[in-house]
């Protein structure tokens, strides 16, 4: 018994001499808190500033040792990623992509951190806040610039030779045939305006078309290609200036430091590295921790094969029927145009014959004769993976336009309607014009 009250005596002593070692939390006055409304700035200094903030908020329990050393620990690493009240120094479109990242970080379950929630139930976002915020930052609110107003024609086309685009600064070597690979899906990010292609190479597209994607198999490797959007005068918006292009390259040994995958981002027409140093690579694995369920992946691949997750990790909705003369998914991608007014967005894409014309990137393309274009349009849904972002939904319409004669403007057929039935008789002469006047989507 004596030893025991002993034991417990020095467990006490212990414990109040160890709270004296409390390294220090800065704190400053916030100078250049983030700009928004009063309503979005309380639920964010309710839920959030105890940790993203140089405001110190700790509850009395928070500064018990050891306590308070882990919850220092969080608050360091929280700054470091995200800091509201030193945002307010950063441009609006900066300020408004952080909220956005904040708002895809409540609605994933990622933040405020779970073991926080378990202690201070009150630093929940509630539903009704969460609209709060969506409310506000109302993706699609501000148009696409009209063409021309980018500095897209500005830009010299294309001088840098794919096969010497130097690594990533981790060592990622740049994937010199990406433009070869498939398109998985496509989406339309209303908070930044940008268009993005996802692509898989043959290893990631059969894993996707089988449904062997949790986990995706080694050698499996995705790109992301990302443009600015552009009203045209037809009240379409296309993709215009090319932002950058992303890899993420499945080798669950190799990668095993970084969730599986290698990563890597090239900025602009002449494909520059992205990231002061090797540690760029948080920033990716960050973002994407959140759907680690889905092994980090955030695209729901456009595919007929069901799982028990379908809905989770496919997007059996924008198949195509097996019944159409040509399976476009299976071919390359040209460019893509999303229609405000109907909420669709259409997909041209070409058989080889087709491509390979449009990727000698000869002034003159036209189609050579033996060229299939397919125009795919679907309507749009919500993106269930990323607030701001819209998938494809069912399909409306597949269009192809066949070129027997390089002169000639070519056949057209028309399948439509919910099962996507051929149109009889249709005149397609208006139709082949305009799909055969699309402009590819600016490459490196
Ligand atoms: C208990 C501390 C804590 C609270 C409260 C908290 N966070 Fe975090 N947050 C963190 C930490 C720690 C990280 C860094 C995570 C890492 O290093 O992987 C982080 C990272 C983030 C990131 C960046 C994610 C990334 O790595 O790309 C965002 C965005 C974010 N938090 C948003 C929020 C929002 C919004 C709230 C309030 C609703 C919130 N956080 C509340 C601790 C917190
Ligand atoms: C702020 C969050 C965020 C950050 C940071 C981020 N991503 Fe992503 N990433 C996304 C979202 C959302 C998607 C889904 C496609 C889309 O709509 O853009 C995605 C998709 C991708 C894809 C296509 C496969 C997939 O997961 O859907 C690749 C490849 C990719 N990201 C690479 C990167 C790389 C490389 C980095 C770091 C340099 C990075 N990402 C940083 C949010 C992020």
Known sequence: MKIVARV??????????????????????????????????????????????????LAWFDQIVPAYWLVR???LRARQHLNFTALGSKPVAAQRSAL??????????????????ALH??????????????????????????????????DTPATVSLASVPPELNGLPFESDFENWKPISVTDR????????????????????????????????????????????????????????????????????????????????????????????????????????????????ISAAKNSRAEVVNNNAAGLPTSLPYQPLAWSAITLYV???TRTIAVLYGNDVAIRAVRSRSESSTYPAGSVLALVTWAQREDPHWFGARIPDNPRAVEFVQVAAAGSLGSYRRF??????????????????????????QLP
């Open 190 to 301: 209303g908070d930044n305006n940008t268009f993005r292609f996802i692509l898989g190479n043959d290893i990631a597209v059969n894993a996707a078309a089988s449904g062997n994607i949790s986990p995706w198999p080694d050698g499996a490797r995705l790109a992301k290609i990302a443009w600015q959007q552009e009203l045209g005068e037809d009240a379409l918006v296309h993709p215009g200036k090319f932002v950058q292009v992303e890899f993420m390259v499945r080798d669950a040994q190799r990668y095993k430091d970084t969730d599986g995958w290698g990563w890597g981002r090239w900025r602009g027409i002449d494909l520059k590295p992205y990231g002061g140093d090797a540690h760029f690579v948080k920033e990716c694995t960050g973002c994407h921790r959140p759907v680690r369920g889905d092994d980090y992946v955030y695209t729901l691949p």
């Open 100 to 117: 956005f990242e904040a708002v895809n970080m409540i609605q994933l379950g990622a933040m405020p951190l779970p073991q926080f929630i």
């Open 416 to 441: 439509a309607e919910e099962s996507l039935l051929e149109e009889a008789s249709v005149d397609g002469g208006k139709r082949m014009e305009f799909i055969r006047s699309l402009a590819p989507a």
């Open 121 to 154: 139930p009150d630093a929940r976002v509630t539903p009704e806040e969460l609209a709060t915020l969506k409310t506000y930052l109302a993706p699609w609110g501000q148009p696409a610039a009209p063409a021309g107003a980018s500095a897209m024609k500005a």
């Open 73 to 75: 620990h969080d608050i």
């Open 8 to 57: 417990l005596l020095a467990g006490v002593v212990l414990l109040a001499l160890l709270q004296c070692v409390r390294p220090g939390i800065p704190t400053k006055t916030a100078a250049t808190e983030i700009q928004a409304p009063s309503a979005v700035r309380k639920i964010i200094e309710k839920d959030c500033y105890s940790c993203h903030s140089d405001e110190k908020r």
């Open 339 to 341: 229609d405000p007014a």
